[in-house]
């Protein structure tokens, strides 16, 4: 089984930031064939552990340790092709990012599943890239959600001459009051509030009324 030929790998980018080994599971044994990279991003060289089940998933991380046991029982039944994401913590104590994907094979005279292969593949350095960029992108919109309420403040307090904190009170009170969204509450302060025109700081108070 290629890895062009393996269809449960169709929707991974793999690249110069992925590593792929190669496993076999003897399902009537229980034992496990690994490749030299299988060894390695388990933490461990080539000959140094005899893989089983158990090892493997004595490697998983616990939250996700369930879930992978699953995957595989259910693979010794039916032997359909199947993938896993999930973490492990290597020999050395590092956490890794693996994508498990595998297919069964059957016994020609029996057509019982026999044997699982397939493959791990190391995603750790581009999820953790995405996740990245997703964190810079929540806090990009936090910032963007919480700059008309920083607007409206300033707002408030020049219009009343309180400080900001007091002013902050006033929108979250009337945000409260009248069951309003506190930023589009603000949006509408700032929105009256510097409007060039003398009635602007009476509509303000027409609006925190």
């Known amino acids: 089984m290629s890895v062009e030929d393996h269809a449960t790998l169709h929707p991974l ?9 190669q496993y076999r599971v003897d399902l009537a044994t229980d ?3 690994w490749s030299a990279e299988t060894y390695r991003l388990h933490g461990f060289e080539p000959g140094d552990v005899v893989p089983t089940t158990s090892l493997v998933l004595a490697h998983k991380h616990p939250d996700d340790r369930d879930r992978v046991r699953d995957v595989l ?11 896993s994401l999930h973490r492990i ?3 050395r104590g590092r956490e890794r990012v693996l994508v498990l994907v595998g297919q069964g094979r059957r016994d020609r005279a029996t057509g019982q599943v026999v044997e699982l292969l397939g493959y791990f593949v190391d995603v750790t350095r581009p999820v953790r890239t995405q996740a990245g960029l997703q964190a810079q ?14 607007q409206a403040k300033g707002v408030v307090a020049a219009a009343f001459g309180v400080a900001p ?16 969204r ?12 510097t409007r060039p025109d003398a009635d602007r700081v009476d509509r303000v108070a027409a609006l925190l009324s």
Request: no cysteine.
């Open 13 to 21: 980018s793999l690249g110069d930031d992925t590593t792929l080994g």
């Open 182 to 193: 506190l930023r589009d509450l603000a949006r509408q302060v700032v929105e009256e509030g």
């Open 165 to 180: 904190e007091q002013a902050f009170a006033v929108l979250k009170r009337v945000s409260n009051d009248r069951n309003v």
């Open 31 to 33: 034992t496990w064939w």
């Open 73 to 83: 029982e259910r693979a010794r039944r039916d032997g359909a092709p199947f993938s």
């Open 137 to 150: 992108r929540d806090i990009a919109a936090a910032a963007d959600s919480r700059r008309p309420i920083e």
């Open 89 to 91: 913590m290597d020999a």
